[in-house]
C-alpha cells in the first residue's frame, strides 16, 4: 500500500535524532571504543540511509533505536578491521595474482621484519661509510645464480620491460613475432608496453609460425632491439614454428642489436621432473648469450613483487642510467624478502622445501593423495547429510592468469551439497571467518589441498561445516 506525503513526514520525524542516539547505552559503548567523529559519522551516515528509505517509500514503519545503533556498531566494526586479510585457498592455483601470487618463504618474513624494525644498510656502504647502492644486496647473488654479467632490480616485470625499450628503442624499432604479442593479464600487452616505452612495434610473422628470415627481413637501421616473449599464458599448438631464443640472439649479435627476453615467471631450477616443461631456466637463457633478460619475482621465483633484469654488463649500466629507474626502483622491504629468497637458491635442495612455491609445485602426488583422503574421511563424519563427499583425481594449473599452462595432478575433494545450491556454500565460505576459496565445477564445491597448509585444514572443515549449516 502507498503512503501518502504527509504520512512520510510523519515517518521521517520518527526518525530518532543524532543526539538520541548518543544517549542510548548502546552508542555510550561505542564512544569507549572509537573516536566520537568516527561515531558521529556513522550514525548519521545510517539515519540518512533510512530517511532516503522513506522517501523513496521503501519503509513503513520508523526505525527503532536500539536497531540503529545495532547497525552503527557493525558498520564501525568493519570499517575499523583490516580489509586485508588472510584468505584459505584451497583451489589449488599456485600462484593466484588476485590472492598475492608467491607465499613468502620463513626466511624471508624473518628478513622483512627486521628491514622494517630496523636501520639498515640500503644505500650505506658500511666498509667505506659512503653512500652504496640499493642494487648491490642483490646483483652479486643474482649473477652468481644465473651467470649474467650484471642486474637490476625494479618494482615488478611489466616495469622491467618498460625500463628496457624506454632505454634501449625509444624512438626507434622493437622487432616482435605476431605469435607472442600476447595480454599478461592485469592489462599487460605487449604492443601497449612497447607503445608506452616510446618505441614503435614491428611485427612479424603469423601468429603461428614465425621463421628467423622473418626477423631478418624486418631489420633496419631503425631497429634498435629483438624482442621475443614468453607467452606465459597460452599455446599454439598444431602446425607452429618459433624461433629460438638462441638463434635470435645471433642474428641480434651479427647485427648489433640486443636480444631481449621477456620470461615472465622466471625459473631458477629445473623442475621439468614435475612437469614445468615450457619453462626455461634463467641460467641457460644467460648461456645461450641473450642480452637482456627479465622476470618477476613473486611467480615462479617464490620471492615478493619484483621485476629481474639481468644482461650483459653494457646495456646494464645504460638502464641504471636511466632516470626513469628511480621512479620504478624497489623499495627495502622487497629488497629484504628478495635477498632471502635469493639466498635460499644457494641450496637448491632446500629451496624447494623452504620457499612455498617451490614446495606446493613439487608436493608428492602420493601426499596429495593422503591429504584428500583424510579430508573426506573427516568431512564425511562432520557433514553426515548435508552433503556428499567424494573423493577423485583431476588437474591443477600452476597459476592462472600470468603464468605457464603446466598441468599439474590432483587430488580434489568434492562436496556436494544436498540442499543449497554450491554457488550460495561458495558464496558463504568467501564471506567467512576465515574466508575460503574452492573450484566450483556443476553443483559441486572442489576442494583442492596442495595450496592448503596443514595448520588451515581444522579451519577449512569448520567453514565448511558453518558454510552449510541452515
Ligand atoms: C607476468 C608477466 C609479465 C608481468 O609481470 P609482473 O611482475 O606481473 O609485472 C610480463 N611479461 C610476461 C611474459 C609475464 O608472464
Known amino acids: 500500500m502507498e503512503i501518502n506525503g504527509t504520512?512520510?513526514?510523519?515517518?521521517?520525524?520518527?526518525?530518532?535524532?543524532?543526539?538520541?542516539?548518543?544517549?542510548?547505552?548502546?552508542?555510550q559503548q561505542l564512544l569507549s571504543l572509537y573516536p566520537r567523529l568516527l561515531v558521529l559519522t556513522e550514525a548519521r551516515e545510517v539515519t540518512a540511509a533510512y530517511r532516503k528509505k522513506i522517501l523513496q517509500g521503501e519503509l513503513k514503519v520508523p526505525p527503532e533505536k536500539k536497531a540503529l545503533a545495532k547497525e552503527i556498531a557493525a558498520l564501525l566494526k568493519e570499517k575499523s578491521s583490516p580489509s586485508l586479510r588472510p584468505v584459505i585457498n584451497a583451489t589449488g592455483i599456485i600462484l593466484h595474482t588476485n590472492l598475492g601470487r608467491a607465499l613468502l618463504s620463513p626466511s624471508a618474513l624473518a628478513a622483512l621484519q627486521t628491514a622494517g624494525r630496523s636501520y639498515i644498510n640500503l644505500e650505506f656502504n658500511l666498509t667505506t661509510g659512503k653512500r652504496g647502492s640499493r642494487y648491490e644486496h642483490v646483483e652479486a647473488?643474482?649473477?652468481?645464480?644465473?651467470?649474467?654479467?650484471?642486474?637490476?632490480?625494479?618494482n615488478n616485470n611489466a616495469a622491467a620491460v618498460l625500463l628496457v625499450l624506454s632505454t634501449l628503442a625509444r624512438g626507434k624499432e622493437v622487432v616482435v613475432s605476431r605469435g607472442e604479442l600476447v595480454e599478461i593479464g592485469g592489462s599487460f600487452r605487449i604492443p601497449e608496453i612497447i607503445a608506452a616505452g616510446g618505441a614503435r612495434l614491428v611485427e612479424v610473422g603469423t601468429t603461428n609460425k614465425t621463421y628467423l628470415r622473418?626477423?631478418?627481413?624486418?631489420?633496419?637501421?631503425?631497429?634498435?632491439?629483438?624482442?621475443?616473449?614468453?607467452?606465459?599464458?597460452?599455446?599454439?599448438?598444431?602446425?607452429?614454428?618459433a624461433v629460438p631464443l638462441a638463434e635470435l640472439v645471433q642474428l641480434g649479435n651479427q647485427h648489433g642489436l640486443p636480444a631481449v627476453a621477456d620470461l615472465g615467471s622466471?625459473?631458477?631450477?629445473?623442475?621439468?621432473?614435475?612437469?614445468?616443461?615450457?619453462?626455461?631456466?634463467?641460467?641457460?637463457?644467460?648461456?645461450?648469450?641473450?642480452?637482456i633478460i627479465t622476470f618477476s619475482g613473486d611467480k615462479l621465483l617464490g620471492g615478493p613483487q619484483a621485476g629481474i633484469i639481468l644482461g650483459k654488463k653494457v646495456y646494464l649500466e645504460k638502464l641504471k642510467a636511466n632516470p626513469l629507474t628511480r621512479a620504478l626502483r624497489i623499495d627495502k622491504l622487497t629488497l629484504a624478502a628478495l635477498e632471502a629468497t635469493l639466498r635460499e637458491y644457494l641450496n637448491p635442495e632446500k629451496a624447494l622445501s623452504n620457499i612455498p612455491t617451490l614446495h606446493f609445485l613439487t608436493k608428492p602426488e602420493e601426499v596429495l593423495k593422503n591429504q584428500a583422503h583424510h579430508l573426506a574421511r573427516h568431512l564425511r563424519r562432520t557433514l553426515g547429510e548435508k552433503a556428499e563427499v567424494n573423493l577423485e583425481k583431476g588437474t591443477t594449473s600452476a597459476g592462472g592468469g600470468a603464468l605457464p599452462s603446466a598441468v599439474l595432478p590432483a587430488w580434489l575433494v568434492t562436496v556436494t551439497p544436498r540442499r543449497?545450491?554450491?554457488?550460495?556454500?561458495?558464496?558463504?565460505?568467501?564471506?567467512?571467518?576465515?574466508p575460503v576459496l574452492v573450484r566450483i565445477e556443476e553443483n559441486r564445491l572442489l576442494a583442492d589441498l596442495r595450496t592448503v597448509a596443514e595448520a588451515e585444514i581444522p579451519f577449512l572443515i569448520g567453514a565448511l561445516k558453518a558454510a552449510l549449516n541452515f
Open 141 to 154: 647473488l643474482l649473477k652468481l645464480l644465473t651467470g649474467a654479467e650484471a642486474a637490476l632490480v625494479v
Open 420 to 434: 543449497l545450491p554450491a554457488g550460495e556454500v561458495a558464496a558463504r565460505l568467501r564471506q567467512g571467518n576465515p
Open 214 to 241: 622473418d626477423y631478418e627481413k624486418a631489420l633496419s637501421p631503425e631497429t634498435a632491439a629483438l624482442l621475443k616473449v614468453h607467452p606465459s599464458n597460452y599455446r599454439i599448438l598444431g602446425f607452429t614454428q
Open 266 to 291: 622466471g625459473l631458477l631450477v629445473d623442475l621439468t621432473p614435475w612437469g614445468l616443461k615450457d619453462e626455461p631456466v634463467v641460467s641457460s637463457c644467460v648461456a645461450a648469450g641473450t642480452d
Open 7 to 27: 504520512e512520510r513526514q510523519a515517518l521521517l520525524r520518527q526518525i530518532p535524532a543524532v543526539e538520541e542516539l548518543f544517549k542510548t547505552e548502546e552508542l
